[in-house]
C-alpha cells in the first residue's frame, strides 16, 4: 500500500479528508499539529479518531506559532462571532499556516517514503484565506519537488491532493457520510467553551452548520 | 528603516548573512529554531551575539523537528567524519528544513510588516543540498508571494535574499570580516564536544577550515 501524509486536525473537512484518502487506497499518516491553538480539543479528539477513520500512523508535532501571532487563533485576539465577513481576510487567518503545516508535511513524507500529501483546503465555502487557493497549492507543489533529496534523486515526484477543494461544505459532508464518518466526533469550532463545546457563532461553526442544514442532515455535534 | 527577517542560527554563513542585511540598511530581525538538533550550543552563542551584528529583535521558535526524524542532525545517526563525500547528499541532510525555516520566516514577516528575507544559502561550498540552490529559492518566493495576505492584499511582494549563494566560503569569511564579524562567536560544528569545542572533523567544520585557509586568515574558534 502507498503511503499518503494529511494534514489532520481532527475538523470536519480534514477528517473527510483522511477518510477519503483511506478509500483511495493510501495507508494514511496523519499529522496533527498542536500550534498554541485556543482550540486544543481538536487535537484531544484527532488523536483518538484517527485510526478509526484508517489512520496506520499518527504523529503530534509541537510548532510554538504563538511566538509568531498575528491571529485571533493563535494571539489574545477576539474571535468574531457576528458572521461571516464577505470578501475580507478575517482576523483567524495564521500567517503562513498552511506554508509551515505542509512543509512539516513534506519533511515527514519525505522520511516515510510517501510522494502524496492532503490537505482538506476548501476555496468554496471557505474563509477567503490565500492559502487556500489551487494557485497557492500548485506553488507549493512546484517548490516541494525541487526541495527534497527523494525528488532531486528522482525517487518519486510529489503531490499535494486537494480533494475538497472544488467541493461546497454541504457535498463535503454527504462525501464524507458516504465514507461512513462519524461527524459528532469531529470538531470545527474556533473558540469552544472550556468544556468543549461548539460556540455556534464563529465563523467555522457557522460554516459547518449551514454545510449540514444544505446537506439536509442534522449535525450530530452539541452546541453551547 | 524597512524591516528585514533573517534566519539565523549563530553559525558562519547566517551571522554574516545577518551583518549583510543590517549593511544594506535593513533593521533585521533574527529568526532561530530550537529544533532539537545536537548542536543547541549554536542557539546560546546566537542569542548572545545577534543584538552585536545588527539585531533589533531576536525570535527563538521552537520546533520538534526530531519527531520527523530522518537525519544525523535530529536522530540519533552518527555525524560523518571522514571528509566530505562529492556528489552525494549526506545523512546530515534534514527533509525539509530550509522549507520548514523560511515558512516560519514567512510567517513572522508578514506580522512584523517585513517583505525581505535573508537565508544564508550558499550552493558552491555546501553539502549538497537540494533546499540551497537557486531554483528551490525562486520557487519558495513564488509560493510565499501566493501564500499571505500581505502579498495578495497587494501590500507589498516577498523577495528571498540569498546574498553568500554564489560565494566560496573564504568570499563568506572575507566580507564577514570587512562588516567587522568576530569569527570567535560564530559556530559552525554538528558535533561538537559537551563542553562546546567543535570537533573539526564534520562536513561543516571542514567547510569553515577550508575557507579559512583559502581566506588567509586564521580561523579564532578553539576546536577539539
Redesign the interface.
Known sequence: MKKAVILYSGGLDSTTCLALAHSEGFAPHALSFAYGQRHAVELDKAREYAPRVGAVAH???????R????SALTADLDVPKDGVEEGA?PVT????????F???A???A??VGAFDIYIGVNALDYSGY??C?P??IA??E???N????A???GQGRYRIHTPLIDLSKADIIRRGLELGVDYALTHSCYDPTPAGLACGRCDSCRLRLKGFAEAGVPDPLAYA
Chains 1, 2 share one sequence.
Not at 59 to 65: A, G, K, P
Not at 93 to 100: E, G, Q
Open positions: 504523529l503530534v508535532v509541537e510548532v510554538d506559532m511566538r509568531i501571532g498575528g481576510i487567518y495564521v500567517p503562513a499556516r498552511n506554508t509551515v505542509l512543509s512539516f513534506l519533511g515527514w519525505e522520511v490565500p492559502d487557493r494557485e497557492y506553488a507549493f512546484q517548490m516541494a525541487l526541495a527534497t533529496r525528488a532531486v534523486e
